[in-house]
T-cell receptor
């Protein structure tokens, strides 16, 4: 079993839809949670960063972390064609594991006009 | 503020050869981590450099090695290339001294081994 599981999709939605992306994990030591967006043949771009459980909102993006369920989510409101990309969840235990991110497989999202 | 840069952009090598990839960290960042991303997969952690020393390593063989320089830039060296080494190699920089876990990635180097 992988430490981080992410539904690879692909996910196709109409413009303006609310998108929900999810990851589950097995390592209870994970404390730092990130979402990255990666366009084709480019490096990942940091979207959201959260520590421990709770919600964080930034514009059209909301990240949720539920450590009791080992489950994290990213919501995208009013999705746009420019949101079409691969979304990667990533997490770290911190401490001696500083800098070691464990990624999900990535979910391919297409937003069509 | 200067972002993370990597060179070269693309590289084609033959099995058995050696390759060196380069990374310049974002301004103010002192820690560089390297990742391998196979097609259709998430990045896999190779190792991290902090204060010019390797500080954490993933499940990669010793033929993957690296360096960090006093200006915090870094190199990834891969010896005895295998076909499975074909991937996008990413470096990410962060500021360990500030206890921030946010990592910022470069555009990557796409390595093809034939």
């Amino acid at each position: 079993q992988k430490e981080v599981e992410q539904d690879p999709g692909p996910l196709s939605v109409p413009e303006g839809a609310i998108v929900s992306l999810n990851c589950t994990y097995s390592n209870s030591a994970f404390q730092y949670f990130m979402w990255y967006r990666q366009y084709s043949r480019k490096g990942p771009e940091l979207l959201m960063y959260t520590y421990s459980s709770g919600n964080k909102e930034d514009g059209r993006f909301t990240a949720q972390v539920d450590k009791s369920s080992k489950y994290i989510s990213l919501f995208i409101r009013d999705s746009q064609p420019s949101d079409s990309a691969t979304y990667l969840c990533a997490m770290s235990a911190g401490g001696t594991s500083y800098g070691k991110l464990t990624f999900g497989q990535g979910t391919i999202l297409t937003v069509h006009p | 503020e200067t972002g993370v840069t990597q060179s070269p952009t693309h590289l084609i090598k033959t099995r058995g050869q050696q390759v060196t990839l380069r990374c310049s960290s974002q301004s103010g960042h002192n820690t560089v981590s390297w990742y391998q991303q196979a097609l259709g997969q998430g990045p896999q952690f190779i190792f991290q450099y902090y204060r010019e020393e390797e500080n954490g390593r993933g499940n990669f063989p010793p033929r993957f090695s690296g360096l960090q320089f006093p200006n915090y830039s870094s190199e990834l060296n891969v010896n005895a290339l295998e076909l499975d080494d074909s991937a996008l190699y990413l470096c990410a920089s962060s500021s360990r001294d500030s206890s921030s876990y946010e990592q910022y990635f470069g555009p990557g180097t796409r390595l093809t081994v034939t």
